[in-house]
């Protein structure tokens, strides 16, 4: 069988948020860029619903905003979070965290997201392969990837490259192939995620959680009539609660949190939500750049997953744009600083992220032992999240900040 050859400036590894959002920076920029997706369609995914306010200014930069609006997105101006009693712990409107005009987070059902995302890569200077899975980096004789070879419907691919972006996952083998090492963090305990109607109580554009005796609830809208609703499970409980059915399960959901008395949880299968956290030692190698979570994965706790990943990419192109025009060679000198600028936020964020979860998942049973512990937590601190929500060419944080 013979080998299906390519040739361009950049191959980008993977086809989803990461890698169609570096493709949308980009697009027209004169750089042939090809982008490999494993996935012949876009998966119907439970997760990774929410877009920061700074990730909304940027879709906007982009002209990718009427993409999300035409498909629904509905526009988030508050946050609320209650606590193992059912009192307030903060209700605070989003736009004293981020500069007007897009001061605001915006929702919309994952698999809408990229295809929003994917609608706006379509470029002459970008091709897409799908149902393509990459095996592996070639390279010169002193080191330097000069592309992948891959495995596609019709036989093996090889892609010649300038750089190759790896976009594929905490998982990745563009991570493993270029030597980068990590420690991938696996938490003891998962999400239940249920997709349910809203309570006709919790208002449409605010984000709520719950901290209580029983763990952690979200609930995002993520359609004016329907909420996202991660649900903490201990060790064993996601096993119980398939053998007692969504029903029963909606019964024990009513008597631990707020809300779910007047809410319905729709019948679509029990989607889990594994809780990781890594940081990789480097983002760059020579010929080789990782974004998104190839490079970083974050607890959920400030749904910022998908924005560090879009960030990422937003610095990336920057970068990488002048220096290929340029004819440079992009060995890890070269690439380093784009892992220089991006990494600062990226840890002020794993780190804060981190700290959220030891409080909001803790099962705490009073008040005043969350009171206690949001001392040196900043969980519900508005100036961290002034820093994470902050635009995306804000000076990053400083090291005392992280």
Sequence with gaps: MSETSFHCDIVIVGGAVAGLMLANNLRGTGLDVIVLETQREIPELKRGDLLSPSTVAELARLDLLKNFKKRGSVELHEW??????????????????????????????????????????????????????????????????TGVVATGRDGPVEVRARLVVGCDGSGSLIRQEAGLKTDIETYPYSYLMLTAERSPDQPADRQ??????????????????????????????????????????????????????DMKPLEEGFYTYKILKHHAEGYVADG????????HNTPPYYGMGMNMAMRDAHHAARHLVPMLEAGERL?????????????????????????????????HKSSAVVQAELKTSPALDPAAMSIIYGPYDAPPPTEEQI
């Design 208 to 261: 709520t959680e719950i901290w209580g005796a029983e763990g952690f609830c979200g609930m995002f809208p993520i359609t004016p009539e329907h909420v996202r609703c991660p649900i903490q499970a201990a060790a064993g409980e996601l096993k119980r609660w398939r053998e007692i059915g969504l029903a029963a399960v909606h019964e024990e959901l009513k008597a631990r949190f707020p809300y779910w008395a």
């Design 80 to 145: 609320l979070a209650i606590g193992p009693e059912g009192e307030t712990l903060i209700q605070l409107p989003l736009e004293v965290t981020a500069p007007a005009p897009y001061n605001y987070c915006i929702a919309l059902p994952h698999p809408l997201l990229q295809a929003a995302l994917a609608e706006g890569a379509q470029a002459d200077n970008i091709r897409f392969l799908r149902g393509v899975r990459v095996t592996g980096l070639t390279r010169d004789t002193d080191g330097m990837a």
């Design 331 to 363: 060995s890890r000198v070269a690439l380093q600083p784009i892992e220089d600028h991006v990494r600062p936020f990226n840890e002020f964020v794993i780190t804060a992220s981190w700290l959220y979860g030891r409080v909001a998942s803790a099962h």
């Design 288 to 295: 080789v750049l990782l974004i998104g979570d190839a490079a």
